[in-house]
């Protein structure tokens, strides 16, 4: 009996080994194949961020990543139809790509050293700074350094907050805030509405989106301090790709059609958005 | 698959000084709303039993209430309703203010179930036990607080103790409270490390280094505080 259940149990973690495997299988090789054969992609946005990816109440997406997306899958070939979104959130960005549940990720995502053994980045095909949100009748707050003794949100499941309090910004400078964590930038921006939080901050152009959302009781303060190089995630090691996709994003920028979609999401926010195409940084 | 990451158990040992803090503010958080909650939850069981038929009223309103609003609810009213926009702060500094309030919030809401589990306790006890304090001349609160609820309450261990393994991991819901506990931090380290099973794996085994004990001592001391009828 006792022999019997365990070799019950073996089989059972045989199979899960065997089913993990077979995620990693199968399939075209790379993006660029899929596209030129299947005129399908499966594109990670995030569905949360106004201005950059957001989800409808009538189930479309919008935004700027939205729309790079949708130029980028129309270069390679792939209509509008056969474009499939699916939320990508922070956390599961990387485990998304590495096991194809999705082909590209275009979610503010971050082109960093920690991340680039785990992903292929294509891009950057924008340039985004980290920035402040704050009352727009709050004018002690102009540069990094004035941010010292304030009250900086700190979102749960986020990184921004450390590139104040432990310095790891452009200028290299600790600040001493004082930390209050909650749960999402909603519960933030409500903090920042009454005085609970002095400062919400992340990169300018998620700021510039909620300050859109927010009308005039927001704004974004203009002082940045950290550059954050917006990639195209591809599963590591499909450089043909990312080549590829380097091309298309040069074009975009060559083409006009990049400061078309940066004024037709941000036009009115105050985000002083970049006008010149980013340095590419290789694919590797 | 790339399964190096799959089994990395490093993030625990980088951030084990992070991972402790949390767990330390999530015991925190637990002993001081479970002594609030058996404080509040001991007042309304008695409320809920009193010859006066206005506290009788609030109390099973009271519990009627809290008892069916999310706990969520419960604890963004207190952190963005009542200490955000109401300006009720207990201290000035965040940290301070909103554990108080998490801890409000949280004590508040278990006070309920506290006082249900004790209610049911009340009723074992037999009507003439409370008959036979009154004949001898105690008063109502008398009756209670020396012949009722020692025996009430010893028969409601057990569920009392499964309130408080309730309430350690109600706690992990706090963030919206503006309080980081040992559950916000593997969603920081989530974010630091990305999403990998490892970290999911040792903040669960966290949780039960602090609740199986707690069930195994609440066992053991319903077994031998059991009243013999």
């Known amino acids: 009996m006792q022999i019997r259940r365990i070799g019950v149990a073996l089989i059972a973690a045989g199979a899960m080994v065997a089913g993990l495997a077979a995620c990693g299988g199968g399939g075209p090789t790379s993006v660029l194949q899929k596209a030129k054969d299947e005129k399908k992609l499966v594109i990670g946005v995030k569905y949360d961020q106004p201005g950059m990816g957001l989800k409808k109440p009538d189930g479309t997406v919008e935004g700027f990543d939205v729309d790079v997306a949708k130029y980028i899958a129309g270069k390679l070939g792939v209509p509008e139809s056969g474009i499939e979104f699916k939320e990508a959130r922070s956390a599961n960005r990387e485990s998304f790509l590495k096991q194809g549940q999705v082909d590209l990720v275009i979610a503010t995502y971050s082109i960093t050293d920690a991340r680039k053994p785990q992903v292929t980045f294509a891009g950057p095909y924008y340039l985004a700074h980290q920035d402040s949100l704050i009352r727009t009748d709050d004018t002690s707050i102009t540069s990094l350094e004035t941010l010292k003794g304030k009250k900086v949100c700190q979102v749960s499941g986020s990184n921004s907050w450390k590139n104040i309090a432990e310095g790891t910004n452009k200028m290299n400078q600790k600040v001493d805030v004082t930390l209050v964590p909650a749960g999402g930038y909603d519960e933030c921006i409500q903090k920042l509405k009454t005085n609970a939080v002095d400062v919400v901050t992340t990169d300018d152009t998620i700021l510039a989106g909620f300050a859109k959302r927010e009308g005039n009781s927001v704004k974004v303060a203009g002082a940045p301090f950290t550059d954050e190089k917006y990639g195209i995630g591809i599963k590591k090691g499909d450089i043909e790709s990312c080549n590829e996709i380097n091309k298309i994003v040069a074009q975009m920028w060559s083409d006009g059609t990049a400061a078309k979609l940066l004024d037709k999401h941000f036009a009115g926010t105050g985000l002083k958005v970049e006008t010149t195409a980013p340095q590419p940084a290789g694919c590797s | ?229």
């Open chain 2, 1 to 229: 698959m790339d399964t190096s990451t799959l089994f990395d158990f490093s993030p625990l040992v980088q951030d084990f000084d992070k991972i402790i803090a949390g767990f330390w503010a999530t015991i925190r958080l637990t002993v001081m709303s479970a002594v609030l909650a058996l404080v509040l939850g001991t007042v309304l069981a008695a409320m809920r039993v009193a010859p006066t038929p206005v506290l009788r009223w609030a109390g099973a309103a009271y519990v009627n209430v809290v008892r069916n609003t999310p706990l969520t609810l419960v604890l963004i009213l207190c952190a963005l309703g009542l200490s955000d926009a109401m300006q009720l702060t207990f201290s000035d500094e965040p940290s301070t203010n909103y554990y108080w309030w998490a801890v409000t919030g949280l004590s508040a809401y278990t006070a309920a179930f506290v006082c249900e589990a004790l209610r049911s306790g009340i009723n074992t006890v037999s009507v003439g036990q409370a008959e036979a304090a009154r004949a001898i001349g105690l008063t109502f609160t008398q009756s209670l607080r020396l012949v009722v609820l020692p025996q009430a309450f010893r028969t409601v261990i057990s569920p009392l103790g499964s309130i408080l393994i309730a309430l350690t991991k109600n706690t992990t819901i706090v963030i919206v409270g503006s309080y980081i506990e040992a559950a916000a931090q593997m969603k920081q380290m989530f974010d630091d490390y990305g999403g990998t099973i490892p970290i999911f794996l040792g903040f669960a085994f966290g949780y039960m280094v602090l609740t199986l004990p707690t069930g195994f001592f609440f066992g053991w001391l319903a077994k031998r505080m059991a009243v013999a009828r």
